[in-house]
């Protein structure tokens, strides 16, 4: 090696190497300004990034309000529950883990059933699908309605889509920001075109609600009502089940299941209707419940309470670390109802047991008690009643079945939903009615059994005639030729303006939602709704509470009340109102009201009243005073008339007339009013009546020292309402 | 060849203990204690601020290292220019060993396991590589170098750790490797020509790369691509090949100018950032000290490489300077990777930042490249191999 190599060796590499260094220095000064642009004009960009993966946001049910009956004990209250929860939004915030294995693991550590364990994968990919996937399958579909949507869909119909798989069609949904309106139209719109029976339609509404559900909260329910020890599992291995949570929720709790559910109410799963309109965070939880029917329904805004909010930090992991904010839930206002548990209860059972005929029980009917000054319903029975926390949990198809499909309707509430023809209980309008047409009380028409009205013939209940009647031995004796010869000097329009003031024809209840209206038929009511024409005979009819006369036991209470506390306007309700207007006067004559009164006593406690024997009360205290009726539902051959006289039993059930009873208590300073109907339970007086007396009495004698447990003493009620 | 420089040289072949230790370079030895420093501050924080796991062990091996690594200074140059062939070959069997007694992380079969500690022998190849090159080119004359089939054996030499640490696998590392192999030869006096060659060669390859991955689309990519793609969109794949990219910006962006403070970097406190005590430390520096705290370390690190350059221009071999060279590129390697891929710039591959991230092995590389740079500024006009042998 030469010198003159060596100098150029190390001249050629100087260069180099200071060209070398040049690049180094520009390669680190180029790093500098990266992390300038990063770091100094993005800060705040990235601070929020950083916070938004580093942060969940929880909402936190606030607690139901609880439903106090009037001395403050609990009919619906909530208990704790534990829910498994599990949110694969997560997944996009920290390394890749496999859902499906980890829904496994908290099966395991829960041990689920193999049929549980396939729900919670099930459940998981559904919410994959929502969150992050083609959307939730709703139904399968034909070849030609997926060529439909599939063409049709996306323009009109937002987030309904079809999608093909392995041969088979299927219709989904995803959550799409979209108005309210527009989807509540496509969803019609498409289950209208599609061949879908009700059950199918069902289905599809659920599914469309929990794809809102999960959309809303990002995860879904795996598993609901742990055991502390499955909570205690799953807490100890939460390292291991990334996107996995306890969520600590409330469920409601009836402390009386099957109590006075129709006043109640219940809760039961979001239908698609009950979001429109209602942007609640609450409704929008995975299994959220809406009140449906009574005071849950009717209350269910102030009930609801408003949803707290949490954002937690958490780590990679998932695991909390701490919470940086925290909006406490609102829990809902507590509710007092009006409603006496004891006689509640004791309703329930009193009709329960009521004997029909000699060898049949009860099968449908209901009663309604309230007090005559403050229209307050006390007890609001109907029958059969039915569990109000099977609604509670998610309610399979065919306890819903078996429960909409009873003949008996279980569900409806027979005080306010339902109508029946009053019968002869209606019989006090007509007796005021003719009053305020200045038809003397003392004026007598003679029973001779029947009444000629026009071509038709009416008859008496008592065939051989009441002899000379006049106007309260009519009603003590219940003559219905009185009423028919009555009837053509009163009118329909008179009649049922006096109906009207009574309350019929019209929903009273002040606070609770859900009532039928019935019928007050008058010539106006009759062409528009039957486009007929009025006939005397209708007139006839209306006047003894049959013909198209129809209401509801709850109207006939309010109507019992009005007339027991002297004729000011009292309307039901089953809350506690924070303020009561003082009951306006509906303009019926003082003497007037006294007369009917007094028939009404008489009716139960002299030995011409029809009631007599299943109503009369030696105790002044403990007296009532009231009305049978014996509604027709059928139109009975002279030949069935005669044979139901003989043994009811012959007849077909629902061929029977319906058993009505309405009266007050006690007959001196009423305080009081009830109403009872038996579906089909052949006499008022016999059927009914019982059920009325032993009602007052049980509310007289219950509430009078304000000793809420004495109706339980007296009648020996055991167990359901002892708070102890 | 004057015999004033004869004698000088000859004077100075041996230097004495008291020579060694006065001429030791204290600037770059403090810029090292400085950064080990920095270094176990941010394992500190990394450990949740607590000594156990990481900073206890980070700063006893840091001390041990660095004791070495100035006693090893001390070592006379020729003796480094003597071993070259042999740290190669031992490293070389330490390599070959990986995939048959080496343990498996995250995929990869890159570690033997010492007992004491788990080497990487793939991070002390490189040195073998550098050393064994710088002897072999110092011994290489500048027409030699002007003929391409002399650079055959260089490059196989080369070739042969290249593919193995590919295949484990670690392209970072091997492509660094074969950066360090191009700058050996091209301070070493490759023809522009072949330097032209070689610099459109890498071009063509890495758009041809690029090209395929897009043209392939990011689901049909290996992961290799996918790392590449995920540069190009901010919000591709965010829980697989993009994640760590993902994470790491978000956090050093969060650092602001005057960062969080420490311990206070909420994003990688909570484990948003995955191994931060390592190859991601670059983001927990960012997102606790900010930009401020983050150019004092670029500024450390520029002086640390501006030192091995000047170590590098005042070495009189050739053996001196192209080691001390190369060893500094290969530190800046380093950084430039680790830091460039923190924040987005290069595809995520397993390279750590000198004195900052937890792990033995590349300490041990970057400790025994400032022990040679120490070595090689002490013993600067010492003539070296056959040059040496030519003057006495």
Redesign the interface.
Known sequence: ?T?R??K???S???R??VL??TI??A??AG??Y???S???P??D???A??FD??TVTRYDAPTRGIILDRFGRQLAGNEQSYNLMFYPER??????TNDTAIVRRAAALIEASPFLTERMIEQLDIGQDVIAGEGRLLSEITAEDFDLIAEVGPGRWPGFGAIERFGRYGLTYKVVSSRAKDEARAIEEILSILPLSTEQQRTINRRIVEAKQINAEGGVLLAEDLSWGQVARLKARALDLPGAEIDVAEKRFYHYPGTAAHALGYVSQVQPQDLLGDNDRMLRRPNAKIGRKGIERTMEKSLRGRAGRRIM?????GQE?RVVSRVPPIPGRVIRSTIDLGLQTYAEQRLAEQPISESEMIRAGAAVVMKVDTGEVLAMASHPTFDQSIFTSRITNSVWNELINDEHKPLVNKCSAEHYPPGSTYKMVTMLAAMELGISPREQVTCSGKTEVGPQTFYCWKRDGHGRMDMEAALVESCDTWYYEMSQRIGPEKMSEVAGRLGFGDRLMIDVAGETRGVVPNENWKRNSLGQSWFDGDTVQASIGQGYVLTTPLQLATMTARIANGGRAVRPHLIVPDLLYPAEDLGFKAEHLEIVRRAMDRVTNTDQGTAYRYTQVEEPSLRIAGKTGTAQVARLSVGERLRMLEDVRSLDYDRRNHALFVGYGPVKNPRYACAVIIEHGDSGGRSAGPVVLDLLQAAIVGNSGGQPNMVNDRYNLVGRNDEA | ?TSTLDQTDTRRVQLSLLDRVSSVPWPLLILVIILSSIGVAMQYSAGGLAWEPFAGTHVVRLALFFALAVVAGLVDIRVWYRVAYIAFFVTMIMLIAVPFIGDEFNNAKRWIDLRVMTLQPSELVQIGLIMTLARYLNNA???ELGNPFDLVFPLALAAVPTYLIMEQPDLGTSLKLLACVG?IL????LRWWLVMIGVGAVIAVSYWFVDRCLTNGFEAAGYQCRRVLVLFDDELD???AG?HIN?A?????????EGQGFGQG??NQ???T?ENNTDFVWSLL?EEF??IG??VV?FL??LL??YG?VT??RARS?FG??LA?TLT?NL?FY??IN??MN?G?LPVVGMPLPFLSYGGSAMLATMGSVALLTSIWIHADVPVG??GR?SR
């Open positions: 090696m010198a190599d060596g150029k060796r190390e050629g590499f100087t180099r190497l070398a260094a180094q220095g390669a680190l790093l500098g990266r992390l300038y990063l770091q100094v993005r800060q960009d990235f601070l990034d950083s993966i580093r997944k996009a915030k920290r390394i890749e930090e958490i780590n990679a992991f670390q | 060849m004359s500048w027409e700058v091209f301070l070493a006096g965010l829980a697989g994640y994470q910006k978000i956090a050093i962006g969060s650092g602001g100018v909420q994003h909570l484990g948003f995955p960012a900010g930009f983050c150019m670029l690190f520029s490489l501006l350059v590098a221009l050739q300077r192209l060279a590129a800046f950084i430039v830091v460039g924040m710039l056959e040059e030519q």
